[in-house]
């Protein structure tokens, strides 16, 4: 019970704490509402309202094919983890026959080291890992284990078994059982279950790697898995794709039987303090009425938003069950609970026949890294072929199929998402508390177009509405931003220096045909 006694609580200042970081523009966080009220004249006007403005993310930009299957114990190439190490970038994926490891001065040209590892067909010439972690669909850096225990590694597997004896069966056994199953009514023979096992691996160095005895969970994990160590509420966290078991963590209202016998493929939450023992997902992002309603969530690839601790993205592959085609999309989330898509659309589209990306453009769970120009990437696997697609028919349906490929999907930094305006349009950012002496920004011009800011003390409450610019710093005043540019100080005649401001600051924005990603000020 609340204590009646207790003193009021001292409303905090509505204006945000400092961030020495950018603001990029992903969600309503950034923007004003705007509001209508009784200025100084006593009449009803509109003031710092988003008009002719939207949200709008950014397509990818897709580098040409870093590598693909050609070794003939790949078959197919899936990216697991990529780092860069002393200068050189290295890349764990999975194909047919294991994981291997694969090398890059540049990220863009790589190559296969002869390990020594593994023989294949009596060859030891080849990149594939004695001790892998083959199964394993997501791989973080540990920063709170031991030295032998720094990476890890989790994974999914699920298999058919007998109901009886919980013993895997083979994959012809499992199958005749099915079938039997399915064509008689009255089958009284046995049956096939589906059981799955959550597993995990530790590694010192990212290529030796050693398999959990036990099991993380005992239940079924359909592969894609992203996970971390989180250093602020020092836990684990993955974000798991549903099965359809009840969740054991983050109760909501009531019996919230969203998970329970869930038919679509959605995202989970999960966290624990012991890496040993996961409990059950919460559901926390799934396909909803905005969207087609035949897509899935294949998974997603999380990562923080690179120099901030508090806002969090998910590159999410969008399975599309009618066409039975696979790409992307992307969300935000200011505490990695509450996702919003700026747009249903995609940013990662499937290529043109003949690109080796036309069926599936896939994002794998390997977060994001920084290319030499500056880059932020994610890399992806493209498929000519379809998802159900069976092997027999592959040569006939799809006659111009290339291997199984891995690129990158790339932005320009800050360049996820943006605020856009077509025509003219004007917004404000709420109040903020300055970090810098400077108001840098991130944005891109059309032809002829341009942007202006306003700077006040604040942006304006319901009883002070119309509250004028801080002298100097009008628009009148501004030098207009034309072109394109990742880190442009703002100026005003000249004049770049605004701690005349004050401690805190409310910007208005005037564009057209403009869009402005992110902010720093």
């Known amino acids: 019970m609340t204590d009646k006694k207790k003193p009021f609580a001292k409303r905090p200042p509505r204006i945000r704490p400092a961030n020495p970081a950018w603001n990029p523009l992903v969600d309503m ?3 004003f509402p705007g509001h209508r009220g009784a200025g100084r004249a ?3 006007e509109l003031y710092d309202a988003p008009v002719g403005v939207r949200f709008e993310i950014e397509e990818a930009l897709k580098s040409p094919v870093i590598l693909q299957a050609e070794e003939e114990w790949e078959g197919h190439v899936a990216p697991l983890y990529v780092w860069r190490e002393d200068g050189r970038y290295n890349m764990l994926y999975s194909v047919r026959g294991g994981v291997c490891l694969a090398i890059s001065d540049d990220a863009l040209n790589w190559t296969r080291p002869d390990l020594g590892q593994v023989e294949h067909n009596g060859s030891r010439k080849n990149n594939l890992l004695a001790k892998s972690c083959k199964g394993a669909t997501g791989i973080f850096e540990d920063l709170s284990a031991p030295a032998e225990e720094r990476y890890k590694a989790m994974g999914g597997r699920m298999y058919w078994a007998d109901p009886e004896t919980g013993v895997e069966l083979e994959p012809e056994e499992a199958s005749d059982r099915v079938q039997a199953e399915a064509e008689g009514a009255g089958y009284g023979g046995p049956k096939a279950v589906i059981h799955g096992v959550m597993s995990a691996w530790t590694s010192p160095d990212r290529i030796h790697w050693t398999k959990l005895e036990e099991p993380l969970a005992r239940r079924p994990v359909n592969g894609g898995i992203s ?8 836990r684990y966290f993955a974000y798991i794709q549903l099965m359809g078991y009840p969740s054991e963590v983050i109760a909501g209202v009531g019996k919230s039987r969203h998970e ?3 038919q679509v493929r959605a995202i989970g939450f999960t966290y624990t303090d012991d890496f040993t023992t996961w409990p059950a997902p919460k559901l926390i992002h799934y396909p909803d009425a905005q969207d087609e309603p035949d897509i899935s969530f294949y998974g997603a690839s999380y990562f923080p938003y690179p120099g901030r601790d508090d806002l969090h993205v998910l ?38 026949v003949g690109d080796g990306d ?10 994001i890294v920084e290319l030499p120009d500056g880059s932020w990437a994610c890399p992806y696997t493209g498929h000519s072929t379809l998802h159900d697609a069976p092997e027999p028919t592959l040569e006939e349906e799809f006659p111009n199929r290339r291997p199984p490929q891995i690129r990158w ?7 996820l998402c943006g605020l856009r305006a077509d025509g003219e349009g004007r917004f404000s950012a709420p109040s903020i508390f300055r970090a810098h002496d400077e108001l840098r920004v991130n944005y891109r011009c059309d032809p002829g177009g341009w942007i202006e800011v306003e700077l ?4 304006p409450s319901l009883t002070a509405p119309d509250v004028d610019a801080v002298p100097g710093f009008s628009f009148a005043d501004c030098d207009r931003l034309k072109g394109d540019q990742e880190d442009q100080v703002v100026s005003w005649k000249g004049r770049t220096d605004i701690t005349a401001v004050g401690e805190a600051v409310g910007i208005r924005i005037r564009m057209f045909g403009a869009k402005l990603f992110a902010y720093r000020v």
């Not at 453009?361 to 390997?366: E, K, N």
């Not at 999907?409 to 360049?415: H, T």
């Open 29 to 31: 966080i950034e923007v």
């Open 315 to 352: 590159l999410i592959p969008i399975f599309h069950q009618i066409a039975d085609t696979i790409d992307g999309q992307i969300a935000f989330s200011r505490d990695g609970l509450f996702w919003s898509r700026p747009e249903r659309r995609t940013n990662l589209p499937i290529g043109a």
């Open 227 to 234: 996970a971390g160590w989180d250093p602020v509420h020092q």
């Open 409 to 415: 999907a790339s932005w320009r930094p800050q360049r």
């Open 358 to 367: 036309e069926g599936m453009a896939h994002y794998w769970r390997s977060g």
């Open 42 to 44: 006593g009449i009803l």
């Open 456 to 459: 006040t003390e604040k942006v």
């Open 260 to 262: 329970d016998g869930l």
